[in-house]
């Protein structure tokens, strides 16, 4: 026992070094963890201060705990034990693919990432890129939401800078989690993103195990106060106007509400619009090619000349960013009072039924949702010039044409964003970006019209605010 055993050096280095690591791991790393747990749980109470809705200890789960707590959801068995019995595989194989797909959708969400990162590079990035301005937004109702209810923000899908521009507007209300489709899945993107409280969505799977994976998650975070941000139209927005809303999201959270027993799931409608999308010409695409032949392809290097001439003008300051971005926030709906009037018997209704009860919250979701759909400069000189055809117009009678459209909108109780309360610098800046991407042309009386060959671009433009132009009609 008490012999000398001679043990290599690089032997003896190892093994202090694991005893090192383990001393660590059993006696400092608790105390570490606890000391920045201790920090954490301080910051999060002071941001629920600062909030207007607060964020949910489910957000703050464990990734794993959540993902465990969604393989081991009655309905998610249920969903395993139906796939391996219909495929006839092993069920140790249907569940490692519902796990697969569970840790693909669940986020996991970081205060730090988000508040500390997140919002300010969302206001950098929204302020270099845009004029940002805040349109309508009814204060009093937002103010009085049930502070226990879930709140969903609705929002029309003009750009992927959607996701940017209203992390940054609703920064001081709440913390965000949206559905984000696929194309984010890229490497360090994806991590980056989950850490912001996004889940990741699959928007054209017909896999029934992976929908019922993806439903339940939803069903669990409405269920726990998670506040969401979705778009029911479900993509981009390819000619402008505003499209029909899809059920999925809507269904999954709406779909198991019992006026009873569920939480309150308040619907706040968000209408965004630009006087310049950025990937105009590729949302477009298609009915270009259609009208003129042209083809338009996004390639890296048209990506990176694209940035580069951005942050150069800005440099120089001549850079007018892209006009201005709006966004308006209006009345919340409570799905508890909206079912109360449209279908009280909701709770007994069959899956089919509640299917067509949905189906008219999307409509009257996306009604809202136009109604409070900003009209700005670029949004009404495109109307005038494509309404006068191949006329050409002085700067006076086009000035005067966009006063009477404003007046009409008004009329209809559209909002208009005028900036600097001024019409004819309304009218200035938006003949500007019309002007500098030759939408519009001049001729040597200084007569302006629509570039017959950009008329694509200009319907797309118009289009924003098509739907206030019906409704002004509609209501004559």
């Known amino acids: ?21 383990g001393i660590a791991d059993r006696v400092f790393a608790p105390s570490v963890r606890w000391f920045f747990r201790r920090r954490l749980n ?5 941001l629920n201060q600062r909030l207007d809705l607060r964020i949910r200890p489910f957000k703050l789960t464990r990734r794993q705990t959540l993902v465990d707590q969604l393989m081991y959801d009655p309905r998610v068995v249920e969903a395993i034990e139906a796939e391996a019995s219909e ?25 730090t990432a988000y508040f500390g990162f997140g919002t300010r590079a969302a206001r950098w990035l929204s302020e270099f890129v845009y004029r940002v301005r805040l349109g309508y ?28 521009l209203v992390t940054y507007m609703a920064s001081t209300r709440a913390s965000l989690s949206y559905a984000v489709g696929e194309w984010a899945r890229v490497f360090l993107l994806q991590g980056l993103i989950r850490s912001m409280g996004a889940y990741f969505i699959r928007r054209r799977s017909n896999d029934p195990l992976y929908r ?9 975070a409405t269920e726990q106060g998670v506040t969401q941000a979705v ?15 899809r059920l999925g999201l809507l269904g999954y959270m709406t779909g198991e509400f019992d006026p009873g027993r569920s939480r309150d799931i308040v619907f706040v409608p968000v209408g965004l619009n630009y006087d310049r999308v950025i990937e105009d010409r590729v949302l477009t695409a298609a009915s270009e090619r259609q009208v003129t032949g042209r083809d338009f392809r996004v390639r ?4 990176a000349r694209f940035f580069f001439n951005l942050a150069r003008l800005r440099l120089q300051r001549r850079l007018y960013r892209y006009g201005y971005a709006c966004v308006s926030f209006g009345r919340p709906l409570s799905f508890r009072q909206w079912q109360e009037r449209h279908a009280p018997d909701y709770a007994a209704m069959d899956r089919e039924a509640r299917f067509a009860v949905i189906s008219r919250l999307g409509r009257d979701l996306m009604a809202e949702i136009g109604r409070i759909v900003p009209a700005l400069p670029v949004a009404l000189a495109a109307t005038v010039f494509l309404s006068s055809g191949e006329a050409w117009l002085s700067q006076a009678e086009l000035k005067s044409r966009v006063a009477g459209l404003i007046a009409e909108l008004e009329r209809g109780g559209a909002h208009v964003h005028i900036p600097r309360a001024d019409r004819d610098y309304a009218v200035e800046a938006g003949l500007r970006m019309l002007t500098l991407r030759h939408l519009v042309e001049t001729n040597d009386s200084g007569g302006l019209r629509a570039n017959p060959a950009e008329r694509v671009l200009l319907e797309y433009y118009a289009n924003s605010i098509g739907h206030l132009l019906a409704n002004v009609q509609d209501s004559r």
């Open 300 to 303: 890296s290097g048209t990506v």
């Open 137 to 164: 937004s009814d204060d009093a109702a937002l103010a009085g939401i049930d502070p226990e209810a879930t709140v969903v923000f609705v929002m029309n899908h003009r750009s992927n800078m959607d996701y940017v």
């Open 212 to 220: 019922r994976v993806l439903a339940r998650y939803v069903h669990m």
């Open 231 to 245: 778009f029911p139209e479900g993509g981009l927005s390819r000619d402008g106007r505003l499209a029909e809303p």
């Open 42 to 46: 301080v910051a999060i109470d002071e």
């Open 87 to 111: 495929r006839g595989e092993p069920r140790a194989v249907i569940a490692a693919r519902a796990e697969r797909y569970a840790r693909e959708i669940v986020p996991a969400f970081s205060a």
């Open 1 to 21: 026992m008490t012999q000398q055993v001679a043990l290599p050096l690089w032997l003896v280095v190892a093994l202090a070094a694991f005893a090192l690591i």
